[in-house]
């Protein structure tokens, strides 16, 4: 298979007043269509900020991320924001719906902020995910693990060629949890998607086609 994500020698430094702390540091890293890799480390790690890296949220100090032969830091803002919306899925840790919205209308919302036809899909994928009933209510009124389906729903409804997913199983309990992995798994296989996933959970790690752990920005 392609390599669909490549990261070459990637570093990330914050500063943090006086302080600078190097967030990534020469990371190496490729990811075909259809894997889904894990990635496991401690708070503080790093995993955050190489999600954010590859899907273009922000950008490397040193080294190249590479999205199908693409070097994401060397687009323009404008253009990492179309590849964003039509090729990056993103399961934020905390959602990120948007309260004012329904749960299909925040499903559809990539789809609309490209232009595109809504179609069916948004309400497949919520049927999918298993809140079906939930479609037309707000956030407000879901569970937890309402919301993290809702948010999988979303990431998902563009089709994207890369899926991102900071923790998308850490707020359900265990069989909600599998459930999910199940969904993301299928999603991989049948679609060709490849998926990252930062975890903490066990399962998730056994799950995956292969697991990286990162300490101090360092991969292995
Ligand atoms: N915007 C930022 N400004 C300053 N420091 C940051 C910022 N984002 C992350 N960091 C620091 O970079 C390191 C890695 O953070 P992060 O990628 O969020 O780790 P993880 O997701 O593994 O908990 C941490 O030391 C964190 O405090
Ligand atoms: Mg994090």
Known sequence: MAALLRFEGVSKRYSA???????????????DAG???ALVGRSGSGKSTLLHLAG?????DSGRVLLDKRDVGSLSIAERS???????????QFFHLIPTLTVVENVELPLLLDGAKRGDRGRELIERVGIGPRAD???????GGELQRAAIARALVARPRLLLADEPTGNLDSANGEEVLQLLRDEVRTEGTA?????????ATVRADRSHTLTDGHIS
């Open 17 to 31: 007043g006086a302080r600078e702390v190097v967030a990534l540091d020469g990371v190496d890293l490729t990811i």
């Open 35 to 37: 894997e889904l890799v």
């Open 56 to 60: 273009g949220l922000d950008t490397a």
């Open 82 to 92: 179309k590849l964003r919306r039509r090729e990056i899925g993103f399961v934020f």
């Open 137 to 143: 209510h707000l956030p407000g009124e879901l569970s």
């Open 195 to 203: 998926l990252l996933m930062v975890t903490h959970d066990a399962d």
